[in-house]
């Protein structure tokens, strides 16, 4: 049997709302008083950035967009942008799959994500996983009354609850 896959529908939602807003701001340019805080991984390989930045942020950063960006771009699974580090203009690109968070303070808006693993990731957090698993006897389960899990079992649906409420004016 077929489930839905709420999570993923709202994560893609979500997504959606920040690739308009970067759409937007990319035709237009920012509206009034609007800025963005954006904040990625920074240690995934898909993650476009200047050494030095990922060298003093090993796993993540924010940057701003505000009155010193240039050149952005928004595709479909990222977003380019030229920023100014270190008084070095830098082109960077960030997967929309590396965003943790995505915030327009001036309009009280947030939203926060669950960032996707890259493939090399997902590969080494298999691996670890294999590693530190205790083995377990099938015997022992039985005697437990417990059935062991075979590939076909249906995941167990997750809390993921995403409240929005904290970033809405009161």
């Not at 942008?81 to 590396?98: C, G, M, N, T, W």
């Not at 669950?114 to 997902?122: G, R, T």
């Not at 059935?147 to 904290?166: H, V």
Request: charged fraction near 30%; proline fraction near 6%; include cysteine.
């Amino acid at each position: 049997m077929r489930h839905f896959n709420y999570d993923a529908m709202v994560h893609d939602a979500l997504l959606g709302i920040v690739k308009s807003c970067l759409r937007f701001v990319e035709k237009n340019g920012l509206p009034g008083n609007n800025h963005f805080y954006v904040t990625f991984n920074t240690n995934r390989e898909d993650v476009i950035i200047p050494q030095e930045l990922r060298d003093s942020n090993p796993e993540e950063v924010t940057i701003v967009l505000q009155h010193q960006f240039w050149d952005l771009h928004v595709f479909d699974d990222h977003f380019e942008v030229v920023l100014s580090f270190q008084d070095r203009y830098e082109k960077i690109s960030i997967p929309f799959s590396a965003l943790v968070s995505f915030l327009d303070p001036s309009s009280n808006f947030g939203l926060q994500f669950i960032p996707d693993l890259s493939e090399e990731e997902k590969k080494k957090q298999e691996s670890t996983k294999k590693q530190t698993e205790p083995a377990k006897s099938k015997g022992k389960d039985k005697e437990k009354g417990k059935t062991p899990k075979s590939k076909g079992d249906e995941p167990q649906p997750q809390n993921n609850i995403i409240s929005l409420d904290s970033f809405r004016k009161k």
